[in-house]
């Protein structure tokens, strides 16, 4: 019974997050080195991503958030790329991969899709279950704020220009 409660709790608080639309980490952290299989087949890992701004974004094309959102995501990566600004889309490990080929192709997304078959990524994300889970990274490699739920993306593409110009 402890356990449930203790369960019960943890959701309260995700369920309180994702009503505000974002969570704040306390503090910089190092994002968890995971190993991203892109849908070319190519990997990637999270070291890869230093160097650059990147926003990597935990969706599934049955969640009704995140398909709002991929638009947003879409004209964020068009304007900062230039800029040294990368997009990583996590599909969760419950998505088709027919599913995700299939939503990537048809709306042509210009950034990196991974596909996380085995939910080791997510795990590794501080087991993310709720999509969409974001977190913006600078460019060290650092998470800079973790967001649950749809980004205001004025703030979201403020913030990215802050950690663009450092």
Request: proline fraction near 5%; hydrophobic fraction near 45%.
């Amino acid at each position: 019974m402890p356990q449930r409660r203790a369960l019960l709790g943890a959701g309260a608080v995700l369920g309180a997050g994702a009503l505000l639309g974002l969570s704040g980490c306390s503090g910089r952290e190092d994002a968890p080195d995971s190993n991203f299989v892109l849908l070319d087949g190519s990997a990637m890992r999270t070291a890869d991503l230093r160097g650059k701004v990147t926003l990597v974004n935990f969706w599934a094309t049955t969640c009704v958030t995140c398909v709002k959102e991929m638009p947003s995501l879409v004209a964020t990566h068009h304007k900062y790329a230039p800029k040294g600004y990368e997009t990583v889309a996590v599909a969760m490990s419950y998505d088709p991969p027919a599913w995700v080929v299939n939503f990537a192709q048809s709306r042509q997304l210009p950034f990196k899709v991974a596909l996380d078959n085995t939910g080791d990524i997510a795990k590794a994300w501080g087991d993310v279950k709720l999509t969409p889970t974001t977190y913006l990274l600078d460019k060290q490699g650092q998470i800079v704020k973790r967001y649950v739920g749809e980004p205001e993306m004025q703030a979201l593409h403020t913030l990215i220009e802050k950690l663009l110009a450092a």
